[in-house]
Protein backbone atom coordinates (compact mmCIF):
# COMPACT_ATOMS: atom_id res chain seq x y z
CA UNK A 1 0.00 0.00 0.00
CA UNK A 2 2.79 2.08 1.10
CA UNK A 3 4.93 1.31 -2.23
CA UNK A 4 1.71 2.42 -4.14
CA UNK A 5 0.95 5.71 -3.08
CA UNK A 6 4.12 6.72 -3.19
CA UNK A 7 4.01 5.98 -6.74
CA UNK A 8 0.49 7.76 -7.49
CA UNK A 9 2.17 10.83 -5.30
CA UNK A 10 4.66 11.07 -7.56
CA UNK A 11 2.92 10.60 -11.33
CA UNK A 12 0.30 12.96 -9.15
CA UNK A 13 2.78 15.82 -8.71
CA UNK A 14 4.04 15.40 -12.51
CA UNK A 15 0.32 15.53 -13.83
CA UNK A 16 -0.25 18.67 -11.74
CA UNK A 17 3.11 20.16 -13.42
CA UNK A 18 2.27 19.01 -16.68
CA UNK A 19 -1.60 20.50 -16.45
CA UNK A 20 -0.78 24.17 -14.61
CA UNK A 21 1.70 24.37 -17.59
CA UNK A 22 -0.62 23.47 -19.79
CA UNK A 23 -3.01 26.35 -18.61
CA UNK A 24 -0.51 28.49 -18.32
CA UNK A 25 0.47 28.74 -21.98
CA UNK A 26 -3.34 28.41 -23.12
CA UNK A 27 -4.23 31.66 -20.73
CA UNK A 28 -1.58 33.74 -22.58
CA UNK A 29 -2.20 32.75 -25.57
CA UNK A 30 -5.76 33.95 -25.33
CA UNK A 31 -6.78 36.96 -26.92
CA UNK A 32 -6.18 40.43 -24.33
CA UNK A 33 -4.64 40.38 -21.24
CA UNK A 34 -4.54 42.46 -17.90
CA UNK A 35 -3.63 45.49 -20.10
CA UNK A 36 -6.76 45.73 -21.56
CA UNK A 37 -8.72 46.42 -18.28
CA UNK A 38 -5.78 49.39 -17.49
CA UNK A 39 -5.89 51.03 -20.94
CA UNK A 40 -9.73 50.84 -21.29
CA UNK A 41 -9.89 53.03 -17.94
CA UNK A 42 -7.81 55.47 -19.88
CA UNK A 43 -8.85 59.21 -21.01
CA UNK A 44 -9.28 58.71 -24.50
CA UNK A 45 -7.76 61.67 -25.23
CA UNK A 46 -4.43 60.28 -23.00
CA UNK A 47 -1.67 58.67 -24.52
CA UNK A 48 0.55 55.73 -22.75
CA UNK A 49 4.24 56.43 -22.79
CA UNK A 50 6.35 53.68 -23.61
CA UNK A 51 7.84 54.04 -20.53
CA UNK A 52 4.70 53.86 -18.54
CA UNK A 53 3.84 50.67 -21.32
CA UNK A 54 6.82 49.05 -20.40
CA UNK A 55 6.71 49.77 -16.61
CA UNK A 56 3.05 48.21 -16.68
CA UNK A 57 4.26 45.17 -18.67
CA UNK A 58 6.88 44.36 -16.13
CA UNK A 59 4.22 45.07 -12.91
CA UNK A 60 2.03 42.09 -14.85
CA UNK A 61 4.71 39.89 -15.56
CA UNK A 62 4.18 40.43 -19.29
CA UNK A 63 7.39 41.68 -20.58
CA UNK A 64 8.95 37.70 -20.11
CA UNK A 65 7.92 34.50 -22.52
CA UNK A 66 4.98 32.99 -20.69
CA UNK A 67 7.30 29.87 -20.00
CA UNK A 68 9.71 31.85 -18.02
CA UNK A 69 6.59 33.58 -16.12
CA UNK A 70 5.62 30.28 -15.71
CA UNK A 71 9.00 29.25 -14.08
CA UNK A 72 8.74 32.33 -11.96
CA UNK A 73 4.70 31.40 -11.04
CA UNK A 74 6.28 27.94 -9.77
CA UNK A 75 8.46 29.17 -8.03
CA UNK A 76 6.21 31.46 -6.15
CA UNK A 77 3.67 28.37 -5.66
CA UNK A 78 6.63 25.85 -4.22
CA UNK A 79 7.35 29.09 -1.66
CA UNK A 80 3.74 29.72 -0.76
CA UNK A 81 3.00 32.54 -2.60
CA UNK A 82 -0.34 32.18 -4.67
CA UNK A 83 0.24 36.01 -6.23
CA UNK A 84 -1.91 38.94 -6.30
CA UNK A 85 -4.74 39.44 -8.08
CA UNK A 86 -4.16 42.10 -11.15
CA UNK A 87 -7.91 42.98 -10.91
CA UNK A 88 -8.74 43.09 -7.18
CA UNK A 89 -5.38 43.90 -5.77
CA UNK A 90 -5.32 41.51 -3.40
CA UNK A 91 -3.43 38.53 -2.72
CA UNK A 92 -5.25 35.33 -4.15
CA UNK A 93 -5.03 32.92 -1.28
CA UNK A 94 -7.49 35.33 0.53
CA UNK A 95 -9.58 35.46 -2.77
CA UNK A 96 -10.40 31.53 -2.70
CA UNK A 97 -10.29 31.52 1.20
CA UNK A 98 -13.27 33.93 0.76
CA UNK A 99 -14.78 31.77 -1.86
CA UNK A 100 -14.25 28.41 -0.42
CA UNK A 101 -17.04 28.57 2.17
CA UNK A 102 -19.94 29.47 -0.03
CA UNK A 103 -18.97 26.75 -2.63
CA UNK A 104 -18.98 24.31 0.05
CA UNK A 105 -22.10 25.08 1.25
CA UNK A 106 -23.62 23.94 -2.08
CA UNK A 107 -21.24 21.26 -2.80
CA UNK A 108 -20.96 19.03 0.35
CA UNK A 109 -25.15 19.91 0.84
CA UNK A 110 -25.15 18.25 -2.61
CA UNK A 111 -23.04 15.58 -1.91
CA UNK A 112 -24.81 14.32 1.02
CA UNK A 113 -28.27 14.58 -0.11
CA UNK A 114 -26.88 12.95 -3.46
CA UNK A 115 -25.62 9.48 -1.39
CA UNK A 116 -28.57 10.02 1.09
CA UNK A 117 -31.29 9.66 -1.62
CA UNK A 118 -29.61 7.47 -4.15
CA UNK A 119 -29.33 4.64 -1.94
CA UNK A 120 -33.03 3.71 -0.74
CA UNK A 121 -34.01 4.93 -4.67
CA UNK A 122 -31.53 2.55 -6.04
CA UNK A 123 -32.44 -0.43 -4.04
CA UNK A 124 -36.06 0.11 -4.62
CA UNK A 125 -35.57 0.02 -8.39
CA UNK A 126 -33.56 -2.95 -8.05
CA UNK A 127 -36.52 -4.26 -5.95
CA UNK A 128 -39.43 -3.64 -8.22
CA UNK A 129 -37.25 -4.12 -11.68
CA UNK A 130 -39.72 -4.48 -14.73
CA UNK A 131 -42.86 -3.01 -12.63
CA UNK A 132 -45.31 0.18 -13.67
CA UNK A 133 -43.93 2.45 -10.85
CA UNK A 134 -40.19 1.24 -11.26
CA UNK A 135 -40.12 1.89 -15.01
CA UNK A 136 -41.82 5.54 -14.06
CA UNK A 137 -39.03 6.44 -11.62
CA UNK A 138 -36.26 4.80 -14.33
CA UNK A 139 -38.02 7.06 -16.99
CA UNK A 140 -37.89 10.19 -14.85
CA UNK A 141 -34.47 9.23 -13.60
CA UNK A 142 -33.61 8.86 -17.32
CA UNK A 143 -34.98 12.88 -18.40
CA UNK A 144 -32.93 14.31 -15.47
CA UNK A 145 -30.04 12.97 -16.05
CA UNK A 146 -30.03 14.17 -19.59
CA UNK A 147 -31.73 17.47 -18.21
CA UNK A 148 -28.49 20.46 -18.67
CA UNK A 149 -28.16 21.90 -15.12
CA UNK A 150 -27.75 25.56 -16.41
CA UNK A 151 -30.76 25.17 -17.82
CA UNK A 152 -33.09 23.76 -15.22
CA UNK A 153 -31.73 26.83 -13.03
CA UNK A 154 -33.06 28.81 -15.10
CA UNK A 155 -36.69 27.40 -15.18
CA UNK A 156 -36.06 27.25 -11.37
CA UNK A 157 -35.72 31.26 -11.15
CA UNK A 158 -38.43 31.76 -14.39
CA UNK A 159 -41.57 29.87 -12.21
CA UNK A 160 -40.18 29.55 -8.25
CA UNK A 161 -38.94 33.02 -8.18
CA UNK A 162 -40.34 35.25 -11.01
CA UNK A 163 -43.71 34.01 -11.40
CA UNK A 164 -44.82 32.50 -7.84
CA UNK A 165 -42.13 34.63 -5.92
CA UNK A 166 -41.52 31.44 -3.37
CA UNK A 167 -37.89 31.56 -3.42
CA UNK A 168 -35.69 34.21 -3.54
CA UNK A 169 -33.95 34.80 -7.14
CA UNK A 170 -30.36 35.19 -6.74
CA UNK A 171 -27.32 35.81 -4.63
CA UNK A 172 -26.97 34.27 -0.92
CA UNK A 173 -28.51 36.49 1.76
CA UNK A 174 -31.04 39.19 1.40
CA UNK A 175 -30.61 42.80 1.80
CA UNK A 176 -31.32 42.90 5.69
CA UNK A 177 -29.20 39.79 6.15
CA UNK A 178 -27.32 41.93 9.03
CA UNK A 179 -30.40 42.68 10.83
CA UNK A 180 -31.99 39.44 11.31
CA UNK A 181 -31.19 36.90 14.30
CA UNK A 182 -28.96 33.96 13.70
CA UNK A 183 -31.80 31.78 13.25
CA UNK A 184 -33.04 34.09 10.48
CA UNK A 185 -30.45 34.28 9.10
CA UNK A 186 -29.82 30.43 8.91
CA UNK A 187 -33.38 30.43 7.17
CA UNK A 188 -32.34 32.90 4.97
CA UNK A 189 -29.38 31.23 3.60
CA UNK A 190 -31.45 28.14 2.90
CA UNK A 191 -34.24 29.99 1.42
CA UNK A 192 -31.33 31.47 -1.24
CA UNK A 193 -29.40 27.97 -1.50
CA UNK A 194 -32.12 25.86 -2.03
CA UNK A 195 -32.50 26.37 -5.88
CA UNK A 196 -29.01 25.94 -6.56
CA UNK A 197 -28.60 22.69 -4.36
CA UNK A 198 -31.30 21.46 -6.50
CA UNK A 199 -29.61 22.24 -9.75
CA UNK A 200 -26.25 20.88 -7.98
CA UNK A 201 -27.82 17.48 -6.73
CA UNK A 202 -30.62 16.05 -9.33
CA UNK A 203 -28.10 15.61 -12.18
CA UNK A 204 -26.08 13.40 -9.60
CA UNK A 205 -28.77 11.84 -7.85
CA UNK A 206 -30.26 10.02 -11.56
CA UNK A 207 -26.64 9.11 -12.00
CA UNK A 208 -26.17 7.59 -8.65
CA UNK A 209 -29.67 5.79 -8.63
CA UNK A 210 -28.78 4.23 -11.90
CA UNK A 211 -25.62 2.85 -11.43
CA UNK A 212 -26.95 1.30 -7.85
CA UNK A 213 -30.26 -0.47 -9.63
CA UNK A 214 -27.63 -1.10 -12.69
CA UNK A 215 -25.34 -3.37 -10.04
CA UNK A 216 -27.92 -4.23 -7.95
CA UNK A 217 -29.83 -6.27 -10.95
CA UNK A 218 -25.83 -7.69 -11.59
CA UNK A 219 -25.71 -8.89 -7.87
CA UNK A 220 -28.96 -10.13 -7.51
CA UNK A 221 -28.02 -13.07 -10.38
CA UNK A 222 -25.10 -14.33 -8.33
CA UNK A 223 -24.97 -17.65 -6.98
CA UNK A 224 -24.64 -16.99 -2.73
CA UNK A 225 -28.11 -14.37 -3.62
CA UNK A 226 -29.60 -17.57 -4.80
CA UNK A 227 -28.48 -19.46 -1.97
CA UNK A 228 -29.45 -16.88 0.63
CA UNK A 229 -32.75 -16.54 -0.53
CA UNK A 230 -33.06 -20.66 -0.50
CA UNK A 231 -32.08 -20.54 2.87
CA UNK A 232 -35.31 -19.05 3.93
CA UNK A 233 -34.05 -14.89 4.23
CA UNK A 234 -36.58 -12.49 3.96
CA UNK A 235 -36.49 -10.30 0.21
CA UNK A 236 -35.44 -7.30 2.42
CA UNK A 237 -32.82 -8.76 4.38
CA UNK A 238 -31.68 -10.22 1.11
CA UNK A 239 -31.31 -7.00 -0.81
CA UNK A 240 -29.87 -4.90 1.85
CA UNK A 241 -27.48 -7.18 3.84
CA UNK A 242 -26.32 -9.07 0.66
CA UNK A 243 -26.67 -7.43 -2.67
CA UNK A 244 -26.06 -3.97 -1.29
CA UNK A 245 -23.31 -5.17 0.56
CA UNK A 246 -21.43 -5.70 -2.59
CA UNK A 247 -22.87 -3.41 -5.07
CA UNK A 248 -21.59 -0.64 -2.66
CA UNK A 249 -17.53 -1.61 -3.41
CA UNK A 250 -17.95 0.19 -6.94
CA UNK A 251 -20.18 2.59 -5.69
CA UNK A 252 -17.54 3.87 -2.86
CA UNK A 253 -15.19 4.65 -5.21
CA UNK A 254 -17.29 7.09 -7.17
CA UNK A 255 -17.18 8.94 -4.00
CA UNK A 256 -13.34 10.18 -5.08
CA UNK A 257 -14.36 11.65 -8.24
CA UNK A 258 -17.52 13.63 -7.27
CA UNK A 259 -16.65 16.65 -5.03
CA UNK A 260 -14.25 17.66 -8.02
CA UNK A 261 -17.16 17.33 -10.22
CA UNK A 262 -19.37 19.43 -7.99
CA UNK A 263 -16.73 21.51 -8.07
CA UNK A 264 -16.38 22.44 -11.62
CA UNK A 265 -20.17 22.28 -12.30
CA UNK A 266 -19.89 25.56 -9.62
CA UNK A 267 -18.51 27.91 -12.37
CA UNK A 268 -22.30 28.12 -14.35
CA UNK A 269 -24.23 27.83 -11.75
CA UNK A 270 -22.79 30.19 -9.32
CA UNK A 271 -23.13 32.57 -12.12
CA UNK A 272 -26.33 32.07 -13.00
CA UNK A 273 -27.58 32.72 -9.40
CA UNK A 274 -25.10 35.19 -8.35
CA UNK A 275 -23.80 32.93 -6.15
CA UNK A 276 -20.52 34.75 -3.79
CA UNK A 277 -18.61 31.12 -5.04
CA UNK A 278 -15.03 30.09 -6.51
CA UNK A 279 -17.12 29.36 -9.75
CA UNK A 280 -18.05 33.08 -10.17
CA UNK A 281 -14.52 34.16 -8.98
CA UNK A 282 -12.76 31.96 -11.77
CA UNK A 283 -15.07 33.04 -14.33
CA UNK A 284 -14.66 36.71 -13.88
CA UNK A 285 -11.47 36.21 -13.12
CA UNK A 286 -11.24 34.38 -16.91
CA UNK A 287 -13.04 37.20 -18.20
CA UNK A 288 -10.08 39.72 -17.10
CA UNK A 289 -7.39 37.86 -17.87
CA UNK A 290 -6.40 37.57 -14.33
CA UNK A 291 -3.60 35.27 -14.76
CA UNK A 292 -2.65 34.59 -10.91
CA UNK A 293 -6.05 34.06 -10.01
CA UNK A 294 -6.78 31.66 -12.42
CA UNK A 295 -3.93 29.67 -12.00
CA UNK A 296 -4.40 29.65 -8.25
CA UNK A 297 -7.96 28.22 -9.00
CA UNK A 298 -6.61 25.54 -11.42
CA UNK A 299 -4.12 24.32 -8.93
CA UNK A 300 -6.89 24.08 -6.74
CA UNK A 301 -9.48 22.12 -8.91
CA UNK A 302 -6.39 20.02 -10.07
CA UNK A 303 -5.65 18.92 -6.54
CA UNK A 304 -9.19 18.08 -6.00
CA UNK A 305 -9.00 16.03 -8.71
CA UNK A 306 -5.84 14.05 -8.42
CA UNK A 307 -6.68 13.34 -4.44
CA UNK A 308 -10.12 12.30 -5.49
CA UNK A 309 -8.79 10.04 -7.86
CA UNK A 310 -6.49 9.23 -5.08
CA UNK A 311 -9.13 8.55 -2.42
CA UNK A 312 -11.16 6.23 -5.50
CA UNK A 313 -8.37 4.00 -5.54
CA UNK A 314 -7.84 3.57 -1.92
CA UNK A 315 -11.43 3.37 -0.68
CA UNK A 316 -11.88 0.33 -3.63
CA UNK A 317 -9.06 -1.53 -1.45
CA UNK A 318 -10.65 -0.90 2.23
CA UNK A 319 -14.22 -1.68 0.63
CA UNK A 320 -12.68 -4.89 -1.08
CA UNK A 321 -9.52 -6.81 0.94
CA UNK A 322 -9.02 -8.63 -2.19
CA UNK A 323 -7.76 -5.76 -3.85
CA UNK A 324 -3.89 -5.46 -3.51
CA UNK A 325 -2.87 -1.68 -4.72
CA UNK A 326 0.91 -3.18 -5.49
CA UNK A 327 -0.27 -5.29 -8.29
CA UNK A 328 -2.13 -2.38 -10.13
Request: overall charge positive; aromatic content about 12%.
Amino acid sequence: MFAYLVRRLALSLLTLVLITFIVYGLIRSMPGSPLTQDLGSLDPGKVMSEEDFQRVLKTYGLDKPWYESYGIWMKNILSGEFGRSFSRKREVSALIAERLGPTLLLSITSLLLTYLLSIPIGISAAARSGKLDERTVSTVLYILYSFPSFVAALFLQLFLAVRWGWLPLCYMTSDNYSELSWAGKAMDIFWHALMPVICFTYGSLAYYSRFIKSNMNEVVRQDYIRTAKAKGLGPVRVLVLHAFRNTMIPFVTQLGLMLPALFSGAIIIEQIFVWPGMGGLFFDAVRERDYPTIMGLTLMFSVLTLLGQLLADVLYAVADPRVRLENK
